[in-house]
């Protein structure tokens, strides 16, 4: 799209050169019958409005005075609202302009660092920033198959601890679904904000302690649209398994494997004590792997009867190799679950991880995978 001749002759004179991107407007500025065009410079927006059978006017919103910028879905159209101290303005225009005007408000984000705003109109509309967008691609997920579990809420709340970013990101789902949900991360997160993301959902899904076989179609297309490496996608199933397979700790007769599971727990106890008294955040993570029972009690009197120096010692002799790699990445996702990784909490993995004779590769992928899935502050790059 490109201004007309006039009107570009007057923006390269007013503005120091062409503009980087014009859209074309179906009204003019107050409404009515007429024209408009939005242009844009390195550092401003200018509109150009004019009624029928009347002159050209020009309107300059500098990026730095822009309050705020939204884009609104309206059918098959969009709306641009763009608002000042000075004026607001409100220009509609055809769907296939919505390209245009998304480089212009990522352009004023990336000057100001705003968020633009985005949804069916003003009063819906929520900011579209990369945790928006980790969140609504969450909520997809939880959805897969037609109700939110227990386990999924508590998992969002440990991920998200933001309440309104967790709302906006429902918000922007229900608006705009989950096909444009997936594009928008496409396009607009880079490749360490894809990966986490698609590592949460896949830690999300697998939250129930199931992965089915919707989910998994779900996840290998998220990995394909985002362009994830395969290699990628596999550590992530494979440490997450490790993680959340507590079938580890049932004998080959089905029988539960007791004192490698109450060990088990009562190293999770250890942790959270590690830092002073423990968290009902932290307690509810250590129920949440128990299936209608309550682990921390039986936990505690495990830890009365030996201390923590005796729960090491035997450690090796009780748990499998299986059953401890599912141990020291419980262990992390633990010790990361408030947003901070202690000195105690990391001295007291390093003496696990030392007592358990892990493979250092083996220890090395679940710290590295957990602790990227975990790092959800990439989401606050832009």
């Excluded at 009624?51 to 050209?56: D, V």
């Amino acid at each position: 799209m490109h201004l007309p001749g006039n009107l570009a002759e007057e923006f390269a004179r007013e503005h120091g050169g062409p503009p980087a991107e014009v859209a074309r407007a179906l009204y003019p500025l107050d409404g009515g019958m007429g024209e408009a065009y939005v242009a844009a410079a390195a550092d401003r927006l200018v509109v150009f409005s004019k009624k029928l059978s009347g002159p050209w006017r020009s309107f300059v919103f500098p990026f730095a005075e822009i309050e705020s910028l939204a884009l609104l879905a309206d059918g098959s159209f969009c709306q641009l609202e763009v608002a000042s101290a000075r004026r607001r303005a409100l220009l509609k225009f055809s769907g296939w302009d919505r390209p245009a005007l998304d480089r212009i408000a990522t352009a004023w984000a990336a000057a100001t660092g705003r968020s633009v705003r985005v949804g069916r109109d003003a009063e819906h509309a929520v900011p579209l920033t990369p945790l928006t967008l980790f969140c609504a691609v969450l909520q997809a997920a939880m959805q897969l198959d037609g109700a939110r579990g227990a386990a999924e809420e508590l998992f969002l709340a440990q991920a998200i601890t933001d309440p309104q970013a967790v709302r906006e990101g429902m918000s922007y789902w229900e608006q705009h679904g989950t096909d444009e949900t997936i594009a928008a991360v496409r396009e607009r997160l880079n490749a360490g904000q894809q990966w986490c993301v698609l590592a949460n959902v896949v830690a999300t899904i697998m939250a129930d302690g199931k992965l089915t076989t919707e989910e998994q179609e779900f996840t290998e297309n998220l990995r394909a649209e985002w362009r994830i490496a395969q290699a990628d996608y596999d550590q992530i199933l494979q440490v997450l398994y490790c993680k959340n397979n507590l079938a580890v700790f049932m004998t080959a007769d089905g029988q539960v494997a007791t004192e490698a599971l109450e060990s088990f727990y009562a190293a999770l106890l250890a942790m959270v004590q590690a830092d002073g008294q423990p968290g009902e955040g932290e307690l509810a993570m250590i129920r949440s792997l128990a299936a209608g029972s309550d682990p921390v009690e039986a936990a505690q009197r495990v830890l009365d009867a030996g201390g923590v120096d005796g729960l090491l010692g035997r450690l090796p002799e009780l748990l499998t190799p299986e059953q401890s790699c599912c141990l020291y990445a419980n262990l992390i996702v633990l010790a990361m679950s408030d947003g901070t990784l202690r000195s105690r909490e990391q001295a007291f993995l390093a003496r696990v991880r030392e007592t358990l004779r892990l493979a250092e590769d083996t220890a090395d992928l679940l710290y590295s995978v957990l602790f990227r899935k975990h790092n959800v502050s990439v989401l606050s790059a832009n």
